[in-house]
Each structure stands twice: as structure tokens, then as C-alpha cells.
């Protein structure tokens, strides 16, 4: 039980795709985590330098299976082809929780620099609960009347956040002293654990590599587009991460940085005077909110490929006037409200620490089942999965299944234990729509009888 095809409709062209990547990975999280790998001091430098390379193999996988199979859905298109209906399921169902509970954490970040003018939404968790949902909903509109008009949001957003981030990591050098990088691990754990503690959080920053294959359908020249926007979106983004992490950590104490909110515009008020930090904190907004708008792009495209295939509410796969999947987009939204709701009362650092890991978990499950999918395509389908670079090929898919293990077990018991909660909490919708299936073709049977 399928859809056809979308109707045509103006596509995202390279530049557009990069910056999807780009925007969505460079988010919120950029923006939040020093202040969260504060507690881990130095040894979270390390954990950014693994959680760069285990994205690099990530983007590599994507890349690979994007220029080979072009199709709406991504992680979840690929691990269908692989490995059957279950497993696409599956990813379909986690890459989606992982999407809208994502949203949540990047309107919490957007809400809390956007208090580095407006104090009261640090004091009122109503406000700042109610001006997130806005976001939330005005992007949502605007990504109903279509991808092209989200896209152009994305391009524009990506480059203003980018000026004050680059202009921090080259002015860091000039603030670093050998002290700010002491103690290397001040945390209780050993420092293997703090590093795997810290790098759980980093991988956060980095979800989103595979933004350019999940609307494939929707962008220019797929099979030369989707794999140049992954790879380049990384190394921007990694390099970004890195080094503006460096300058925070040279500017703030760890002792302020613990409890800062927005410590980017802390760190640019220190090295240059509270004009770079108001200059950051606007860059830091523009940041959020771009990353707001490209995950709400994606938040029905998922649903969209598989109801398409049948493993989604068909419900899912009805698409607005403007050929985009509205019906996943509103009820994404709504369920997104329904979390922020839950949840107001959390301080802010508190609710966005616990949000992305439980997001992270959710999307390395899928990213684990697209790294697999390509060593098994690669043994099916030798057709699209061969060549000379078939063993290079294998090897980073290897190495990027084991990275997202360890990420994995890096999340910690209870984000592991809550997260398997809502993967297996999909099951019975899958067994609803099998059972579904089975009585429209006994009923088109008897009809034909």
C-alpha cells in the first residue's frame, strides 16, 4: 500500500542542501553544550575531537548511500531496502521521535539566549514555555506552504550564525592560557568515562548529518548534491565546533561557565566588551531559530516515506496543495507541545541536557541501522554498492556502526532504558498496520471472488 510520487515542485538547489546540513547540526547546541561539558573540563575537548571523527564516517556512510539510493526518507529509506519492513519501521519510528523531541530542546536553547534580552523568560517557565510554542508553530506554517520557502530561511540563518562563531574561534588563540585547560577531568568519573560521558552530549551538536538525504526527492541532482552537502557540512561544522569551544573555555572560569545560560555572549562580552556578547547572543538567536525551521522541514518527511510504503498511518502520507507533508508536520508540532507543556517547569540547562540525550539515543539507533544497511548493500546490491572503493567503503561503515555503539552506552542507564521505552512502544503501530495490510487484501480478494 503505497502513495505516488510527490508533484513537481521547485527544489533545493546545493547551496540550500549544505546550509540544511550545516543549520541543523550548528543549532542549538552549539550554542548550550559548554556550559554542559563545563563539568568534564578538558577531557571534553577529547570527546569533541572523537564524537568529529565519528561523524566524518557518519557523513561518509550518508553520503555513499545518498548518492545510491535517492530517496525521501533517509536513514529509514536505506535501512528498509536492507534489511525488510521491520527494521525500516523501526528507524522510521525512532528517527521521528528523535526529530520532534529534538525540536523541544532547540526552541528550550532558542528560549534561553533570547533571555539574554528579555530576563523574565528565565524567571517565568510559563513565558518562556509559550514563546517557544510560537516559534514552533510560526515555523510550522511557514514549512507547510513548502520546502523552497524553508529552505530559504535555512540559507539565510546559516550564514548569521556562522560570523560571530567564526569570529570567536579566530580571536581564540589570542585569549588562551595553559590554566584555563586545568584540571583535564574535573568530574567523579574516570577520565575514559568522562570522555564517553562528554562525547554523548557533543554527538547532539552533530545530529543532523543526514539532513540532505531525508527530503532527497526534493533536492536538485540528488545523486551529486546529497553526498558534497553531507561530507562539506561536517567539516564546516566540526571545525566550527572545535575551535569555539576552545575560546570559550579560554574566556569563562569553569567555575561560571557551570551555571551560564548563554555562554557564547559571556565569552565574546569578556574577550571584546557586552557589544560582542549582545552581537553573539542575536547570532545565537538567529542560530536556534534556523535550526528550529530545518528539523520542522524534516519532521514530516520521515512519516511521509514511510506511510508512502505503508508502515506509517496513511494519514501521514497526504500532502498539502503546496506538495508538502502537512498532516506529519502539525501532528509532529502538536506532540512537541504537548512535551515542552510537560516539562515547563525544568530549569532550562536541566531540560535541554535531558532532551537531547534522549534525542541523541532515539537518532543512533537509526544511524546505527544506515551504517549496517550499507555493509549489507553492499553484499545485495552489488549493482549500486561496488567498485573500486568497495573495501574503503566497508570499512567506514564498520567503524561508524561501532562509533554509534559507543555513543550509545556513553547515554547513560536511564536515557537508554527510556529510550528503548519509546522504541518498543512502536511495535504495536506496527503490528496495527500489518494487521491493517492483511485485512485490505482479504477484502479486495473477496471482492475479485
Given amino acids: 500500500m503505497s502513495i505516488t510520487s510527490l508533484s513537481p515542485r521547485r527544489k533545493l538547489g546545493p547551496w540550500m542542501a549544505t546550509a540544511l546540513v550545516v543549520g541543523n547540526m550548528i543549532g542549538s547546541g552549539v550554542f548550550l553544550l559548554p556550559a554542559s ?185 540528488p545523486e551529486r548534491t546529497i553526498p558534497r552537502a553531507t561530507v562539506a557540512g561536517a567539516i564546516v561544522t566540526a571545525a566550527v565546533y572545535i575551535l569555539g569551544t576552545v575560546a570559550v573555555f579560554a574566556a569563562v572560569p569553569r567555575q561560571v561557565l557551570v551555571d551560564s545560560t548563554a555562554p557564547f555572549a559571556d565569552a565574546a562580552a569578556i574577550m571584546f566588551g557586552g557589544w560582542a556578547g549582545t ?60 512535551l515542552m507543556l510537560l516539562n515547563y517547569n525544568a530549569g532550562l540547562v536541566e531540560q535541554f541536557n535531558f532532551v537531547i540525550l534522549l534525542a541523541t539515543l532515539t537518532t543512533l539507533i537509526p544511524y546505527a541501522y544506515a551504517a549496517a544497511a550499507q555493509l549489507m548493500l553492499m553484499l545485495t546490491d552489488r549493482e549500486r554498492l561496488s567498485g573500486r572503493r568497495l573495501a574503503f567503503d566497508g570499512t567506514i561503515a564498520a567503524l561508524a556502526f561501532a562509533y554509534t555503539l559507543w555513543t550509545i552506552a556513553g547515554a547513560g542507564y536511564e536515557v537508554v532504558y527510556k529510550g528503548t521505552l519509546l522504541l518498543l512502544a512502536g511495535i504495536p503501530v506496527y503490528v496495527w498496520l500489518k494487521r491493517r495490510d492483511r485485512h485490505d487484501v482479504a477484502g479486495i480478494t473477496r471482492k475479485a471472488a
Fill in 37 to 221: 561539558l563545563a563539568a568534564f573540563g578538558s577531557a571534553s575537548l577529547v570527546a569533541w575531537a572523537l564524537t568529529a571523527t565519528g561523524a566524518l564516517l557518519l557523513a561518509l556512510v550518508f553520503a555513499r548511500l545518498g548518492r545510491a539510493y535517492p530517496r525521501t526518507g533517509g536513514p529509514y529509506a536505506y535501512a528498509r531496502r536492507a534489511f525488510g519492513d521491520f527494521i525500516g519501521f523501526q528507524t522510521a519510528w525512532g528517527y521521528w521521535i528523535a526529530v520532534w523531541v529534538g525540536n523541544a530542546a532547540i526552541a528550550v536553547a532558542f528560549v534561553s539566549y533570547l533571555g539574554y534580552f528579555w530576563p523574565a523568560l528565565g524567571d517565568t517557565a510559563l513565558l518562556a514555555a509559550g514563546v517557544a510554542l510560537a516559534a514552533i508553530w510560526l515555523l510550522t506554517a511557514v514549512n507547510v506552504r513548502g520546502v523552497r520557502q524553508g529552505g530559504w530561511i535555512q540559507a539565510v540563518t546559516t550564514v548569521a550564525k556562522l560570523l560571530p562563531l567564526v569570529a570567536l574561534a579566530v580571536a581564540a588563540p589570542f585569549f588562551i592560557d595553559a590554566g584555563d585547560f586545568t584540571p583535564f577531568n574535573p568530574s567523579d568519573q574516570s577520565a575514559f568515562g568522562a570522555v564517553t560521558a562528554a562525547a554523548s552530549l557533543t554527538l547532539w551538536a552533530f545530529i543532523g548529518i543526514e539532513s540532505a538525504t531525508v527530503p532527497a526527492e526534493d533536492v536538485e541532482n
Fill in 279 to 338: 552581537v553573539v547572543a542575536i547570532g545565537a538567536i538567529v542560530s536556534a531559530f534556523g535550526a528550529l525551521n530545518g528539523w520542522i522541514l524534516l519532521q514530516g518527511q520521515v512519516p511521509l516515506a514511510a506511510a508512502r510504503d505503508g508502515l506509517f498511518p496513511q494519514v501521514f502520507a497526504k500532502v498539502s496543495r503546496w506538495g508538502t507533508p502537512a498532516v506529519g508536520l502539525v501532528v509532529s508540532s502538536v506532540l512537541v507541545t504537548g
